[in-house]
Every structure is written in C-alpha cells, then in structure tokens.
C-alpha cells in the first residue's frame, strides 16, 4: 500500500529566504507526482505535476524535483512571500490507478 | 472557463439525518473523483467515476455511503444516518479522463459539521 510522508508538517520562515519542502513515498512505481497549494478553508491548487519520467518541473518561483527510485520529490520555493503562506500538499498517483494518494502536508507561515 | 463547483460550501446537520453532497465539473471532463479531508486522516479517496460508471468504489467507508452521476456530468454523494465522525470536507476533482496521467482540478469543497 503506496503511503506518502511530508517533512516538517510545520514550517515558519522569515519572508525572502529560500525553502524546501519535502515529500517521500513508499512505492516507487508511480505514474506522477503533484504539489498542491491549500488555502485556510479552501480547495486544492495545483501547483506542478511531475510525470515519472521527468526529473523536474519549474513555475515561477516554484520548482519541484523527482527522484522515482528513492521515492523522493522536493518543493523548493525561492524568494518567499507572506502569500505563499498555506498548507502545501503533495500527492501520487500509481500506473494503472486513478487515485491520487496525499501526503498529510506541510503547513508553511512566511514571516513579513 | 468555470472550474469545479461544489455546493453546498457549509453543511450542518444532526446525527441520523441524511445529507447530499453536490458536484459540477468541469465541463468536458469525463472523469470525476470524491476525496474527503478529515482532520484524523487527512485525505482520502473515496469513488471516482468515468462517465456515469463507478470502476472503483473502494475508498467509500461503509455502506451509508453512497454516489451517483447522471448524464456523465454532475455528482451527488449521499450520506445516510450520519454519524459525527463523517465531519468533514469533502472535495470533488474532475480530469479529461480516467487516466494516471491527466491531471485532477479540484473544487472547493464542502465542510460538513454532524451534530
């Protein structure tokens, strides 16, 4: 059974620095993985979504990395602002499955 | 264009009542998933479905569970004599298709509160 583990489950960093954001999974036979952004009381944004075969994927001030045969992916997030502030969640999804499989998250307080 | 909507956005019922549970996808998109978010469990699977058809219901927790859609597009999950331990919010996604590598677009869920 696939489990994902998110590392720290709480970060509070002042606004300007650089961060990372971690995610591991147990199976690595995944088909993607995706970061997600969630709001206090919100749905879920999608963030990037790495295919399996990538190795990254980059928007903005966002890049994630893949690394399938360790069953590892990070978020990093460059030059921090009190708006990134929200619950970031990662999330896999198997071949052959349709179900995305959570990570309990990681709740991210940037610090003006 | 509209993404997926859920209504109603706030639930509070009493222990034993039935509730149902709304979700419009996106329009064109075949495929359409319920997730719950609970603050035990985080979040969770429950059915997806492609087209009208239910493939995989595994994730529904009992039998007072239960999910319907009509006409390939809007969703109703129905909760039968709830249970305080159904508070949740639950999230609706919605993808092209049923396939691991189209992405899933989800709404804004539905926090439900059982008295």
């Known amino acids: 059974k696939q489990e994902v583990t998110q590392i720290p489950a709480a970060l509070s960093v002042p606004e300007g620095e650089n961060l990372v954001l971690n995610c591991s999974f147990t199976?690595?036979?995944?088909?993607?993985l995706q970061w997600f952004r969630q709001d206090p009381g919100k749905g879920l944004t999608s963030l990037l979504l790495?295919?399996?075969?990538?190795r990254e994927q980059t928007s903005g001030r966002l890049n994630a990395s893949l690394d399938k045969s360790s069953g590892r992916s990070t978020l990093y997030i460059a030059a921090s602002q009190p708006g990134d502030s929200a619950t970031y969640l990662c999330?896999?999804?198997?071949?052959?499955?349709?179900?995305?499989?959570f990570g309990q998250g990681t709740r991210l307080t940037i610090n003006p | 264009g509209a993404g997926v909507s859920q209504s109603p956005s706030n639930k509070v019922t009493e222990k034993g009542k039935d509730v149902e549970l709304r979700c419009d996808p996106i329009s064109g998109h075949t495929a359409l998933y319920w997730y719950r978010q609970s603050l035990g469990q985080g979040l969770e699977f429950l059915i997806y479905f492609q087209g009208n058809s239910a493939p995989d219901k595994s994730g529904l927790p009992s039998d007072r569970f239960s999910a319907e859609r009509t006409g390939g597009s809007v969703s109703t999950l129905t909760i039968q004599r709830t249970q305080q331990e159904d508070s949740a919010v639950y999230l609706c996604?919605?993808?092209?298709?049923?396939?691991?590598?189209?992405?899933?677009?989800f709404g804004p869920g539905t926090r439900l509160t059982v008295l």
């Open positions: 999330a896999v999804i198997g071949p052959g499955a349709q179900k995305l499989v």
């Open positions: 996604a919605s993808s092209l298709v049923a396939m691991a590598h189209n992405e899933q677009f």
């Open positions: 790495i295919q399996s075969s990538q």
């Open positions: 199976d690595s036979a995944i088909y993607n």
